[in-house]
């Protein structure tokens, strides 16, 4: 037996509704500036909802330039705090006690002096303005004395360089250790100093080749000197040698006048 089929009657538009919503509609768009009442009484003015929304994006907006402003402000600070940040390696004081060291060699040295008022007074005295009228034993004590003196120069020249040469170890150690700290640098000023600190390792390093220069250049002097006064003793004690009757005296005559 074939049931009946039974088929879905179609309905039919609400068009009571579709009236209202498009009255209201038409109503909210053609009083957009006039207050509208809701449930409740609550006054609800479209116009006025839309400016406070506008107000409110606008002054969120500018609390976010604000804190982007002092993000940046912040940020610009740490940045200018560590380029004030100073290095914290230092050399400068090993620097100084090698060129104390260095001073402390020219100091002890034997003889004259590396000072002007010095030399002023001990080498007139001794080289340039030696007595030739001194008897022979005189002259020939002055004439050990220089020597000495030569010898002594000469010695205080090999310390000097020395000292010298024991610092270059110490000023390679300054040097990578500065290197390391300017490359691991985290701001301008620690990069300043550490170049800076180079440049009194440099300082150092040409300090201890002007004093190995002088010691060297001391004695040099010195021997020059010596064998200018020797020159002069032995052209004043030929002299004496080849005067009549004073100088030398042969052993027969001598014998004879006995």
């Known amino acids: 037996m074939q049931m009946p089929v039974s088929t879905p009657k ?3 538009p609400n068009w009571l509704s579709l009236v209202l919503t498009i009255s209201a509609t038409s109503l909210c768009t053609a009083l957009p500036a006039q207050a509208q009442f809701g449930l409740g ?3 609800y003015d479209p116009t006025n909802y839309a400016q406070n929304v506008l107000t409110a994006a606008r002054t969120l907006e500018q609390i976010n330039n604000q804190i ?3 993000q940046n402000q912040a940020t610009q600070l740490l940045n200018e705090a560590r380029n004030l940040e100073g290095l914290p390696l230092s050399v400068l004081e090993p620097l100084q006690q090698q060129m104390r060291q260095t001073q402390q060699l020219l100091a002890r040295a034997k003889g004259i002096a590396l000072d002007v008022q010095s030399i002023e007074q001990g080498f007139g005295k001794t080289y340039r303005d030696i007595d030739l009228t001194e008897n ?3 002259m020939v004590g002055r004439a050990q004395q220089r ?3 030569s010898v002594s120069a000469f010695e205080d020249a090999l310390k000097v360089q020395a000292g010298a040469v024991g610092n270059i170890e110490g000023s390679r150690e300054a040097i990578n250790s500065l290197l390391s700290a ?3 640098s985290t701001g301008a000023l620690q990069a300043a100093q550490a170049g800076n600190q180079l440049l009194a ?3 150092q390093q040409l300090s201890d080749l002007i004093a190995t220069f002088s010691a060297m250049g001391r004695a ?3 021997e020059a000197a010596n064998n200018a006064a020797a020159k002069a003793q032995a052209r004043e004690q030929l002299r004496r040698f080849l005067t009549p009757g004073r100088g030398y005296v042969p052993l027969r005559q001598a014998q004879a006048k006995d």
Do not use: E, T, Y
């Open 10 to 12: 179609k309905r039919r």
């Open 41 to 43: 009484g609550i006054v």
């Open 68 to 70: 982007r402003m002092l």
């Open 136 to 138: 022979q034993r005189q």
């Open 147 to 149: 020597w000495q003196d």
């Open 182 to 184: 300017s490359q691991s």
């Open 201 to 203: 390792v440099q300082a």
């Open 220 to 222: 040099q002097s010195l």
